[in-house]
């Protein structure tokens, strides 16, 4: 089967990216180079694609109660135009999907899943969504554009009326960009100031040329893939498929701030009360690497001459020059400053459990 | 792509350079490196290592990915670049200058036969970029 393409595949060629397929689409991994792009983004703005990612609706009188069933997060608790990280579970507390929950009005949320996962997110809702919702799938009518990095707001401004400094960070509203309706959201997965622009799928192409002229004087660079992944693990992220998937719980995860048992009832919120309970026996840490060497996915994890569990995303940071990871031990490892060892072709690589973000922006 | 004639190719990407008689200076190409991306990490053999023609003998790590080196020729390793090991980016910047990994004795310049040309080379990689492209 043929790969998806975005609205902004031509622009893309003719920037002259490496393309790779990734969750069914033809994606941009790198224009100039992954380091270039990374640094780019911390040090000034860089300009992402994410038109791969899903958009899914629910909205209708009963939105509200389908969303409190669908996801760990008390939706109570998201004001409108407020964004919200948050997960769905299986009944047994496997992650269906990370997503950023946009509330857009009382009774309609959009709801930004991960590309890969977009059909069985939507099968997954509409088995519990029992025709109380509506529930639209509207990938396909939104592209969406990031503007990441400290030059981010200065560049943005020049193309909307709207006053950004008032949007707070996990905040969004609806405005232009570029004389594009746009609902402009303050987040991202870089760990740096920015914001993501849901635009109509045919009018991509303005609102990215636009930036890239604006920003031109801040040399504002395209980013692809590849930084994406460096940026958000320097940044502590979590990526679906590798940190989290059908295997491993948001308590597991790390993610139990997202978990609010006291809203009451949701899918997997009994296997998940259990497990509180009776503790879990794997946790996900971060890893720094005290020796030379690069953890990757699936390197496995020592502590002395036991192997105690996996990594499961790992690269060179670009910004502090050592190996960084994230990966599954069990809750006696996962304290920072434990020391493991991480095996990298046969041999053991000294390292240190460090609570993730590995890198913080300077404020 | 740049591919000088006076090296030898082989299929895995390394470059030979013979200029006495037995030794034989090893490196990536710069197809190679154009195609890892950001090199950021490289493993390289000690000195008095024994290498085998068509055996991997090293690592250079990308951004993204992990890739043997595999030895173009059989020999023992006289010289190692050790520069490379904090200053991996080089293989991207001069990969056959620069960049050369190791110097090894041969063991067999005979082997020297199963390498490329470099105008064999280029028309190597261009059908591998059209299989690619399919």
Redesign the interface.
């Known amino acids: 089967m043929e790969a998806n393409r975005t609205p902004l595949y031509q622009v893309h060629r003719s920037l002259g990216a490496r393309m790779i397929e990734f969750g069914g689409w033809q994606m941009p ?2 224009y100039t ?4 792009e990374h640094r780019a983004v911390r040090a000034q703005v860089g300009l992402f694609d994410l038109s791969h990612m899903g958009e899914i609706e629910i909205a209708g009188p009963r939105a509200y109660a389908v969303c409190q069933e669908l996801f760990v997060t008390d939706i109570a608790r998201i004001r409108i135009m407020q964004a919200q990280y948050s997960v769905m579970c299986y009944a047994d507390g496997g992650i269906v999907d990370d997503v950023i929950i946009y509330r857009l009005a009382e009774e309609r949320y959009l709801v930004c899943v991960n590309a890969a996962n977009r059909a069985t997110d939507y099968g997954w809702m509409a088995e519990h969504n029992r025709g109380r919702a509506d529930l639209i799938d509207r990938s396909d009518e939104y592209a969406l554009v990031a503007i990441q990095g400290p030059q981010a707001q200065a560049i943005l401004s020049q193309l909307t009326s709207h006053d950004l400094s008032a949007i707070r960070r996990y905040w969004a509203t609806q405005g232009e960009v570029a004389g594009v309706p746009t609902l402009v959201a303050r987040t991202g997965y870089t760990g740096e100031d920015g914001f993501e622009l849901f635009v109509p799928a045919e009018r991509a192409e303005r609102v990215w040329q636009a930036c890239g002229a604006v920003g031109r004087a801040s040399n504002i660079v395209p980013v692809g893939l ?1 930084a994406r ?2 940026l958000r693990l320097e940044a502590g992220y979590l990526l679906y498929g590798n940190d989290i998937d059908t295997r491993t719980t948001p308590l597991e995860a790390g993610l139990q701030r997202l978990v609010h048992f006291e809203a009451g009832s949701f899918v997997g919120s009994e296997a998940l009360r259990k497990q509180q309970t009776d503790g879990i026996e794997k946790q996900l840490v971060g890893i720094k690497m005290e020796g ?3 953890p ?1 996915h699936g390197y496995t994890i020592w502590s002395g001459d036991q192997e105690v569990g996996v990594v499961t995303s790992g ?2 940071s ?1 910004m502090l020059g050592v190996g960084i990871a994230l990966g599954y031990v069990p809750p006696s490892c996962a304290d920072s400053g434990t020391p493991l060892a991480v095996a990298i ?1 046969n041999r053991y690589i000294p390292a240190v459990v460090v609570k993730p973000p590995f890198y913080r922006r300077s404020k | 792509m740049e591919a000088p004639k006076e090296l030898r190719y082989s299929q895995e990407h390394e470059w030979v350079l013979v200029e006495e008689e037995n030794l034989a200076t090893i490196g990536i190409t710069d197809y190679a490196q154009d195609q890892l991306g950001d090199v950021v990490f490289v493993e390289l053999p000690e000195p008095d290592a024994q290498l085998t023609q068509d055996e991997p003998f090293g690592v250079v790590e990308s951004v993204k990915a992990v890739s043997d080196i595999y030895a173009p020729v059989s020999g023992t390793v006289k010289e190692v670049n050790t520069e490379l090991l904090n200053t991996p980016e080089t293989i991207n910047e001069d990969p056959y200058g620069d960049a050369w990994l190791v110097q090894v004795e041969m063991n067999d310049p005979e082997e020297l036969d199963a390498l490329m040309t470099a105008e064999e080379y280029e028309r190597f990689v261009e059908e591998e970029q059209e299989d690619a492209d399919e």
């Open positions: 991994v790198h180079g992954i380091l270039a590849g992944d460096t030379a060497g690069i990757r690269t060179q670009p072709r």
